[in-house]
Nanobody
Framework: QVQLVESGGGLVQPGGSLRLSCAAS????????MAWYRQAPGKQRELVAT???????NYVDSVKGRFTISRDNANNMVYLQMNSLKPEDTAIYYC??????????????WGQGTQVTVSS
């Protein structure tokens, strides 16, 4: 059973920083693209950042220069370093990964989400 578990969310003041972590566990062949999404109250889920297995990165415009996605392939982890946080960054953040349970199959998995609240 493949699982993604996020951690690191919390309450932070505007201008502050948080680091989100996501760990993949279970039995699988390989992890391909990994990503962070977020969903604010009353809004659709939004793609925040993606990273390939080779560490090619992409970001939504609203977080460029403030957020950094990274991964540790040896430990099946993905991270999101969030700096200069703004109230509009408040959302539930979800980890997502394309994981191949076997050489012949791959599917998208989601974590349960972690709340990030930016408020004074």
């Amino acid at each position: 059973q493949v699982q993604l578990v996020e951690s690191g969310g919390g309450l932070v003041q505007p201008g502050g920083s948080l680091r989100l972590s996501c760990a993949a566990s279970g039995t699988f062949f390989s992890i391909y693209d990994m990503a962070w999404y977020r969903q604010a109250p009353g809004k659709q889920r939004e793609l925040v950042a993606t990273i390939t297995r080779g560490s090619s990165r992409n970001y939504v415009d609203s977080v460029k220069g403030r957020f950094t996605i990274s991964r540790d392939n040896a430990n099946n982890m993905v991270y999101l370093q969030m700096n200069s946080l703004k109230p509009e960054d408040t959302a539930i953040y979800y980890c997502s990964a394309v994981i191949a349970a076997t050489m012949a199959s791959a599917k998208n998995y989601w974590g349960q989400g972690t709340q990030v609240t930016v408020s004074s």
